[in-house]
């Protein structure tokens, strides 16, 4: 637990030369989504949507049955779920392209019984209304495990076509059986045209209106708030997978390069946005909870640069880019107690996709920075523990941001603030006291158990697991 102290930070020559001392890490690289949810064995050699469905016995003449004059019934409702969950267990990298070329749905006048195919549509508009299913497939073609019952969200296009959408990926946090009012987005396949699922809802009348223009099945269905990083593309949906206090996970993985592709696009506000420090880093405040994805300006000094390479073609195409940067900055902060060490600086961890022409890179940089970026997670990694504590399990949380770029402020020589220049005779002087100042600090430390330097609170990699589902 982090805890305010009374007094007035203190800082030495001692700290912040032992500040620089760090160890490597980097966040490598993710690749596709968790394999035990969402890669199926048996997909078949083919790489387009018609030939993986009709492997499984999905495809258009397969699903006449859907398009029968009849009541929606338990046997069209088993196929639309198998229908579903194929399109769940089918490889991330090919479900991404899959619905990277989504053909637009026709402006308005098209009969929707046309649309009905083998190609995904794009669809924009607002969600009015997410409501339950009850499922009927058996153990053999149900939804995959670890993903959520199937739920029906209604749609309505510029054109005023009501659309339902048959998905498993609607945001958590819509309140089911209610109405609601939110932009959103769906490549989703058209399964039959004027009818579709009975809701949970649609007994009490809280599903709004009758039948739908047309069915589609999706994968997911992507919510896009009125944000400056929702107007940028970024699906606020794929942060129900994130969970602080912890290391980063493969499940984090889309959530996390998306958001690094849509801060090319995003907006940020004239004025900077700095919550206090301690609302960030304490546990107990939730912060990350209630604002993940809102913008966060943090002044600091950045002690380490590191380049990092992002191979997987998924990711890859998830982020827009084929590297970017991780920075440690250091901020300032009221004098904190952690784990009975006390610190007036905290690390915070910047994924960033680039850097200043110029600005220093490596493991020792010391630069004073400002990063406007985007709340990410707060980040957890276990403390190096030595001496009396060994044995000890102890963490430490820190805020991870993702942004576009950095500001960095050089301080040029002769500058004002900038050290002024020295006589060479006082050359070895200035290079031995940095020398007895640390090993002072050592000698003090190891008696009384003083602050440490950012060196001993730096994990020694942040790291998001690779997987092979994108593969």
Same mark, same amino acid.
């Given at each position: ?73 338990? =046997?069209?409702?088993?196929?639309? %779920? /198998?229908?579903? @969950?194929?399109?769940? +267990?089918?490889? !991330?990298? #090919?479900?991404?392209? *899959? ?100 809701? =949970?809802?649609?007994?009490?009348? %809280? /599903?709004?209106? @009758?039948?739908?223009? +047309?069915?589609? !099945?999706? #994968?997911?269905?992507? *919510? ?248």
């Amino acid at each position: 637990m982090i805890t305010r102290a009374d007094r007035v930070p203190q800082r030495s020559l001692a700290f912040v030369v032992a500040a620089t001392v760090v160890v490597a890490s980097g966040i490598p690289r993710a690749r596709g989504a968790d394999p035990d949810t969402a890669v199926d064995v048996g997909v078949p050699a083919t790489s387009t949507l018609p030939g993986y469905l009709a492997a499984f016995g999905l495809d258009r003449p397969e699903r006449s049955l859907l398009e029968e004059p009849l009541a929606w019934d338990d =046997a069209k409702q088993h196929l639309a %779920e /198998r229908v579903l @969950a194929r399109l769940l +267990l089918a490889p !991330a990298e #090919r479900a991404a392209e *899959w619905e990277s070329a989504a053909a637009p749905i026709a402006p308005d006048g098209a009969d929707p019984a046309s649309l009905v195919g083998d190609v995904l549509l794009r669809v924009g508009g607002r969600a009015l209304q997410v409501a339950s299913v009850a499922a009927v497939a058996t153990d053999a073609d149900a939804l995959p495990s670890g993903v959520p019952d199937a739920v029906v969200v209604r749609v309505r296009d510029p054109a005023g076509r009501v659309i339902d959408v048959l998905t498993a990926g609607a945001p958590r946090g819509w309140p089911r059986g209610m109405p609601i009012d939110e932009p959103v987005t769906v490549a989703g396949l058209p399964l039959v045209a004027g009818t579709g699922p009975p809701s =949970a809802a649609a007994a009490t009348g %809280e /599903r709004p209106g @009758a039948a739908a223009d +047309l069915l589609l !099945a999706a #994968r997911r269905v992507a *919510w896009h708030p009125r944000t400056p990083l929702g107007a940028a593309g970024m699906d606020y949906g794929l942060f129900d997978g994130v969970v602080d206090g912890q290391g980063l996970t493969a499940a984090e993985g889309d959530a996390f390069y998306t958001l690094l592709g849509a801060t090319v696009r995003a907006a940020l506000p004239a004025t900077p946005v700095t919550p206090p420090i301690t609302d960030l880093i304490d546990p107990a405040r939730r912060w990350f909870t209630r604002q993940r994805g809102d913008v966060v300006t943090l002044p600091g000094v950045c002690r380490r640069v590191t380049r990092i390479e992002v191979d997987d073609p998924l990711r890859r195409r998830q982020a827009e880019l084929d590297h970017y940067w991780e920075l440690y900055v250091f901020v300032d902060t009221p004098l904190l107690q952690v784990h009975g060490e006390l610190h007036d600086t905290y690390p915070v961890v910047c994924c960033v996709r680039e850097l200043p022409p110029g600005m220093p890179t490596g493991q020792t940089v010391n630069e004073p920075v400002t990063v406007t970026g985007f709340a990410f997670k707060r980040y957890a990694y276990p403390l190096p523990v030595t001496g009396k504590a060994a044995g000890v399990s102890r963490r430490l949380e820190v805020p991870l941001l993702v942004a576009r770029g950095v500001a960095w402020r050089p301080v040029a020589a002769g500058a004002p603030g900038a050290a002024p220049e020295r006589p060479a005779t006082l050359l070895p002087l200035l290079l031995v006291l940095p020398l007895l100042a640390v090993v002072g600090w050592w000698l003090w430390s190891q008696r009384h158990g003083s602050r440490t330097g950012p060196g001993r609170i730096l994990p020694d990699r942040v790291r998001l697991p690779e997987d092979e589902a994108g593969s």
